[in-house]
Nanobody, 120 residues
Framework: VQLVESGGGLVQPGGSLRLSCAAS????????MAWYRQAAGKERELVAH???????IYADSVRGRFTISRDNAKNTVYLQMNSLKPEDTAAYYC???????????????GGQGTQVIVSS
């Protein structure tokens, strides 16, 4: 299974970005998917989570500004980030909980993440 994140970049405070994460490989079913982030010198933290029926949860720091969504036909999860703040600067990682064709559960992160820098 591979998870490939994209969409990061440099944006001014108040701006928007849309992150994407495409899953590929031995996938029978995508279960929950999530976005995490890790700022320099800090631990990785959960940003947003979405179940396979579309239920979502958000970190308090992003609720109302970020929206997680998914396209099951494309095995892709998105993170729409609005009203970005300098404290949103971090590497963003996709996480997925997958059932393989052999019936096994696989959970893991995308390898490289995508960098988001919010600065004027």
């Amino acid at each position: 299974v591979q998870l490939v994140e994209s969409g990061g970049g440099l944006v001014q405070p108040g701006g928007s970005l849309r992150l994407s994460c495409a899953a590929s490989g031995n996938i029978f079913r995508l279960n929950a998917m999530a976005w995490y982030r890790q700022a320099a010198g800090k631990e990785r933290e959960l940003v947003a989570h979405i179940t396979n029926d579309g239920s979502t949860i958000y970190a308090d720091s992003v609720r109302g500004r970020f929206t997680i969504s998914r396209d099951n036909a494309k095995n892709t999860v998105y993170l729409q980030m609005n009203s970005l703040k300098p404290e949103d600067t971090a590497a963003y990682y996709c996480n997925a909980d997958i059932t393989t064709w052999a019936g096994q559960r696989w959970t893991g992160f995308g390898g490289q993440g995508t960098q988001v820098i919010v600065s004027s």
